[in-house]
């Protein structure tokens, strides 16, 4: 008999047979302790009200398999080798890589985990010190289920935050010294998830810098199946996120599981499969280069990973994410407030700047409506290329011809807000700050460090670093009276070695440099509550959930070619929400690409990312500011739609001509469908798409945002994208065809790449 514990319902605990359920939404995720503390994980998927599903986890003798000593002799088929369990430990018979690994005093890494109790919180357990998903609507309850190996000191307690409403389950795991003598952890994955069948594929998003996020989706062959990072941040290379999918699902259809590390260094995302077929994945801080030493009574919280399920496809997984992130990752004003639209210098004058030009760009900007100047890279120190100056935050006066606080002032008086770029973690070898402090760069004894872009990373590990830059930082903040901040990271690690820790400790330092970060971001946050911070790593490679928390949007990538864009923001909305993703319209033709689009192909792409411009406006011609000034005006009109809608990829940027995808209104009253060209064909397929998110009931009215699209439409297109009315089921089912532009036919200097948004509207008629 079950019995309810929690206000929603959403932990469900049968306390005689040792079963706990979850249930959210749309799914449910179940364990249950068995008579030998084996703790199994006996479902994750579509919500069932069954009280025990331990049924659909099947097992046979099998010859060649081990058996715990406890049940050898009578159960020849209990084997922890396919038993799908919460917790995995190494060395006690389950030869999947596992979750949790330690040694002992003795050097033994052998563990055998057995289940001891379980506790049910109100609300959403935090992590100090890390980031974490956070609840304010009252919709997520705590499960903390405590484990212990019976002869060796060790006590591990895994934490489940189950927020019903969005849908989402998060992990994070704490392993406790209960002896006296210190032992070492060496693996300890966040999240691990068994499933006893299934045929899967992963979607995983490699990358590369100005390349970032391009999915990749491969059918899980036997064995491991793993991508990660060891740069000492998230990377390009992969991000730490993942969807493992039925074979036969698809963008809209079948079962889906979606994974994302609430972290931002190093980790590890794995998925076995084994010999019997069954799957584990794992998802956690990369064991290689990590070790932590837990001295008695001492204890290790990992960070956390959240996890969704899907029963309609790739796209179930997005709109939860989204929500979720939207609603219980970012935190503070600009969790709601609109973010300002804003103008960075970089490319339109990168080190090459004086404070008059500054203000100059800053005026011009103002008359297109920009509502924020961000200063980036070569504001301080010795900084007029990258080979000096970081780690040296003190504003370059000559250059500037001013204060910061009066240049400051002096934008403000153009009627924008001001910002400014950091890169605090770094520090050049040609800086004051090194000549006062060498140890504080990250290099080994008696080695000659790695260089990166001509730089080092400051060893953000100790606790003095990590100070001296909160206060440079504040200080920074309170001079300008800066609105936004940029915080760059623009190498990986390399040398890993921290002066601040002996010999047997060093495996901690790459965790702790993350901790420092985390310190700083968190103390500049608390602060300064309003200040808008942007994360950025060499363009997008530190774009996880982890940054987020501090982070409300991150530089998508250093490409910002509109159709190399398309790809990115595609990939990229798999897990994040629109309004995480910073994207600008900059100069043609496009730095990285050679290309040129229309400004209205740009604003359309960088709409659907945080919108804003990276060029030299004073440099564009008067009906250029115009068409700016009407670009940020649609941008304002369709805000809440854009930045707050549900997302949907209608057409994938892999397809022949052209990329579509949608935001809807969550009440389907209205929905924003945006069509951009990626390749100019002379005789381009006709993309169909299927409207989501609206009402089958009711009535829609089609139209362009810009009326002055329809002219490049022929008139059978005219009049249907030209208020013509459709039912919302028309729209889901019989769906439409991608606007073409007529006119590449016979016409040089035709604009390439067109762009269309086509506003569908619930009508009465
Ligand atoms: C990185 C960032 C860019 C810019 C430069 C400045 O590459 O991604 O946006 O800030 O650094 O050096």
Redesign the pocket.
């Known amino acids: 008999m079950g019995f309810f514990i929690g206000g929603n319902m959403a932990i469900l605990v049968n306390e005689a047979e040792r079963i706990i359920t979850l249930q959210t939404k749309t799914a449910t995720y179940q364990m249950k302790a068995d008579e030998w503390g084996t703790l199994w994980h006996t479902y994750y998927g579509t919500k069932t009200a069954e009280d025990d599903l331990s049924y659909a986890c099947f097992m046979r003798t099998r010859g060649h398999t081990a058996n715990p000593y406890e049940t050898g002799m009578q159960h020849r088929e209990y084997s922890l080798e396919t038993i799908p369990q919460e917790v995995s430990a190494f060395g006690g018979g389950d030869f999947r890589t596992t979750a949790l690994r330690v040694r002992f005093a003795n050097g033994t890494e052998t563990l055998r985990l057995k289940y001891e109790s379980f506790e049910v919180r109100k609300g959403k357990y935090g992590l100090p010190g890390l980031p974490a998903a956070y609840d304010e609507t009252g919709d997520a309850e705590t499960l903390i289920i405590r484990l212990s190996d019976p002869e060796y000191p060790i006590a591990v307690e895994l934490y489940y935050g189950v927020f019903a409403e969005a849908d989402v389950i998060t992990r994070a795991m704490r392993v406790v010294n209960q002896g006296d003598e210190p032992f070492y952890l060496e693996k300890a994955a966040s999240l691990g998830l068994d499933f006893a069948h299934g045929d899967f594929d992963l979607i995983t998003f490699p990358g590369r810098w100005a390349k970032e996020r391009v999915p990749e989706r491969l059918q899980l062959r036997h064995g491991m199946n793993s991508v990660g990072s060891l740069r000492g941040l998230s990377s390009a290379q992969e991000n730490p996120s993942a969807i493992l999918l039925d074979r036969a699902a698809t963008e809209t259809s079948g079962e889906a599981y979606g994974f994302a590390f609430v972290y931002s260094g190093d980790f590890l995302l794995e998925a076995e499969r084994d010999t019997y077929n069954g799957i584990r994945l794992l998802v956690g801080i990369h064991p290689d280069h990590f070790e932590w030493k837990l001295e008695k009574n001492g204890s290790f919280t990992t960070p956390e990973a959240m996890m969704t399920y899907s029963d309609t496809g790739i796209s179930g997984i997005s709109l939860r994410f989204h929500r979720f992130i939207n609603e219980h990752i970012i935190r503070g004003k600009w969790k709601t407030a609109r973010r300002p639209v804003l103008i960075?210098n970089?490319?339109g004058t990168?080190?090459r700047f004086t404070g008059e030009k500054l203000i100059e760009m800053a005026r011009a900007a103002k008359k297109a409506g920009v509502e924020l100047f961000v200063l980036?890279?070569?504001w301080f120190g010795k900084r007029d290329d990258?080979r000096s100056g970081l780690g040296d935050w003190t504003p370059n006066e000559a250059k500037l011809g001013c204060t910061l606080a009066e240049l400051g002032d002096r934008i403000r008086e153009t009627g924008l807000e001001f910002g400014l770029?950091f890169?605090p973690e770094t520090i050049s070898e040609d800086s004051d700050l090194y000549r006062a402090h060498p140890d504080w760069a990250v290099k080994v004894p008696g080695k000659a460090p790695d260089l990166s872009?001509y730089e080092l990373l400051l060893d953000v590990s100790r606790t003095e670093v990590q100070d001296h830059l909160i206060a440079e930082l504040s200080a920074r903040i309170r001079e300008g009276k800066l609105a936004y901040l940029?915080w760059?990271l623009?190498r990986s690690m390399t040398d890993r070695y921290t002066a601040s820790l002996p010999a047997d400790r060093q495996g901690e330092m790459t965790h702790r440099f993350m901790l420092g970060t985390y310190r700083i971001m968190e103390a500049l946050r608390t602060e300064f509550p309003e200040l808008l911070i942007e994360g950025?790593?060499?363009?997008?490679?530190r774009f996880d959930a982890g940054m987020l928390c501090y982070t409300p949007q991150i530089?998508t990538?250093?490409d910002t070619d509109a159709i190399e864009r398309l790809f990115i923001q595609y990939g990229t909305s798999m897990i994040y929400p629109v309004k995480t993703m910073g994207a600008h319209v900059s100069a043609v033709p496009n730095h990285q690409t050679g290309r040129s689009t229309s400004m209205k192909t740009r604003s359309t792409v960088a709409m659907s990312g945080t919108f804003g411009y990276?060029l030299d406006p004073t440099k564009l011609e008067e009906e250029e500011i115009a068409e700016m000034r009407a670009e940020i005006d649609t941008f304002k009109a369709l805000y809440d739609l854009l930045q707050n809608g549900d997302y949907y990829r209608l057409v994938p940027p892999t397809s022949d001509s052209c990329t579509v995808w949608e935001q809807a209104a969550k009440d389907g009253s209205r929905a924003l469908v945006n069509v951009v060209y990626h390749a100019v064909r002379p005789c381009p397929l006709s993309e169909h798409f299927r409207v989501q998110g609206l009402k089958d009931e009711w009535n829609y009215r089609i139209s362009l945002v810009d009326p002055a699209d329809s002219e490049k439409l022929d008139n059978r297109q005219k009049a249907l994208f030209d208020g013509s009315i459709a039912s919302g089921l028309a729209l889901r089912t019989v769906g439409l065809y991608a606007p073409v532009q007529s006119l590449f036919r016979g016409k040089s200097g035709v604009t390439d790449y067109p762009a269309f948004q086509i506003l569908i509207e619930k009508t009465d008629r």
Not at 536 to 541: P, R
């Open positions: 960075n970089w490319e990168y080190f980036d890279d070569g990258d770029w890169e872009r940029k760059d623009n950025c790593s060499s363009g997008g490679a530089w990538s250093d990276e």
